[in-house]
């Protein structure tokens, strides 16, 4: 009994380090865009003797619009290109080693764009395809180390998985929100290179992390029963299992549909975040740190609701429906942030957090609803590759759109970003359609995303949840007939 108790207590510390684990590679995943004012804009070098149109820049790299959404594409295609591979390298080399060397490689990337903006390297040839380098190992180093986080919560704590899933995805949104909070203000006190600097650190702790997490992986697989031990195999047995790719033709139609609906809707998504700051700025005239806190209200409020949006869902079962309102109430967004400036940005970025938010927190557990256990790894991988490959190529059309220079004509830059927000506005669109297509040929499928719908509805129970939150799996005895 004793060894149960401190097994339990272990795996609340287990859980904390698996979460601080997600917190600095988020941090940086958007860092460029609280300081796209300073990568984008070019180096005036004196704020003195400037035409009217001119934005005063002491601490300007001059990439413009196209280069800097070619750093985020690099990021998104890196994360799609991994994220398959990635799985079967953590299934075959396991928790610790993956873990380590993923949040390695995710630090030496943000070290590397750090040193790009530093000393001899800034301004020089040499710059930029070393930025573009840096955020490929970014984009490895995350997704191979998300990929870990979710195993590590499959494997200890099989019996609470939405609890720790939610503890999981606060943490990592925390990384976000604390990023937009501070990055602006610390490239204020000390220019563009410490804050990177001071981003490189908080993504190095994702590895001492990754350290004390393969301790305590190892302490608790060697102080945990055989049966637990057992359950272990048998998971990492079904995980290999998952990630066959011979299943991909037993996907059901709802679920391509769904792909569908995913990557239009995060594609129209993301390019608002990574692109906003500047935006904010340039229409509405806010400083770059005020700018910063108001792209960041999308992932605040991503950090309040979930919970109530679970126990809603819970209580009325209804996650396709949900889905598809989300879908359609985040359309006229883009629209309002074009055409309508006397509207505060605040509010249209809080707007936009409250939908995206309900919408994430939606789509995931669909294809869990949608497809069956043995094919559940292999058709999220399938999902994320789609994803991430639209939001790379929809950020690298918002580059070109925006131009290689920053335009220094008002009504010519305000244009581009019309025409930007035009095509965000046709991918949300898209992304409601085929979330009402979803949800009718879920109807056709006994409705599985809204059991409420069904006319025979037999719930039934699977953990307990009464039981404590973080505790061992509870082993039941099977009886085999004599």
């Known amino acids: 009994m004793y060894g149960r108790v401190v097994l339990g207590n272990w795996r609340n ?11 600095g590679l988020y941090f940086n995943v958007d860092i460029l865009s609280a300081l796209q004012k300073d990568l984008q804009g070019t180096d005036t070098g004196s704020c003195e003797n400037i035409t009217s149109n001119v934005t005063c820049c002491l601490d300007c790299v001059g990439l413009g619009p196209d280069r800097y959404n070619q750093l985020y594409a690099a990021y998104a295609w890196m994360t799609a290109a991994t994220v398959i591979p990635g799985g079967y390298f953590v299934d075959r080399a396991g928790i610790r080693v993956s873990s380590i060397l993923s949040t390695s490689v995710a630090w030496l990337g943000t070290a590397l764009f750090a040193s790009a903006v530093t000393g001899h390297i800034r301004g020089t040839s040499a710059m930029f395809p070393l930025m573009f380098c840096s955020r490929l190992l970014l984009g490895a180093g995350t997704g191979t180390a998300l990929i870990v986080q979710d195993r590590v919560l499959g494997m200890w704590f099989a019996n609470n ?4 899933f939610s503890i999981n995805v606060v943490a990592l949104r925390l990384g976000n929100v604390s990023n937009f909070l501070l990055t602006a203000n610390i490239a204020n006190w000390i220019g563009l290179p410490g804050a990177l600097w001071v981003g490189a650190a908080l993504c190095g702790t994702t590895t001492l992390s990754a350290v004390f997490l393969s301790l305590l992986d190892y302490y608790g697989k060697k102080n945990s029963d055989k049966e637990l031990t057992s359950i272990s195999e048998k998971a ?18 709802s679920y391509w549909l769904l792909c569908v609906t995913v990557v239009c809707y995060y594609s129209a998504y993301l390019p608002v975040v990574s692109n906003g700051s500047k935006y ?7 400083s770059k740190t005020s700018s910063a806190y108001y792209v960041g209200a999308v992932y605040d409020v991503s950090i309040i609701i979930p919970a109530f949006l679970g126990l809603l869902l819970k209580r009325f079962r209804c996650t396709g429906i949900l889905l598809s309102c989300s879908a359609i109430l985040t359309v006229p967004v883009y629209m309002l942030l074009s055409f309508c400036p006397r509207i505060h940005p605040l509010v249209l970025t809080i707007y936009l957090g409250v939908t995206y938010t309900t919408y994430a927190v939606c789509v995931w557990p669909c294809f869990a609803m949608l497809v069956s256990p043995d094919t559940f790894g292999t058709a999220v991988g399938i999902a994320i590759f789609i994803q991430s490959g ?4 929809t950020n690298l059309a918002v580059g070109k759109i925006m131009g290689a220079t920053e335009s220094v004509d008002t009504v010519e830059l305000l244009s581009n970003y019309r025409t930007v927000f035009w095509v965000l506005f046709a991918l949300s669109i898209t992304s409601a359609v085929f979330s009402i297509a979803t949800n009718m040929a879920d109807n056709q499928q006994d409705n599985v995303l809204n059991p409420f719908l069904r006319k025979d509805t037999v719930t039934i ?17 099977k009886y085999e007939p004599s």
């Open 161 to 164: 998985l939405a609890v720790v």
């Open 461 to 477: 129970s699977i953990n307990n949840e009464n039981a404590p939150l973080l505790q061992p799996p509870k082993i039941e005895p």
């Open 280 to 286: 904010i700025q340039d229409r509405y005239g806010y």
């Open 13 to 23: 510390v287990l859980l904390f380090f698996n979460c601080t684990l997600g917190y």
């Open 390 to 393: 639209g939001v790379g190529m």
């Open 236 to 253: 990492e047995e079904a995980v290999t299992l998952c990630r066959q790719m011979k299943n991909v033709r037993l996907l059901p139609r």
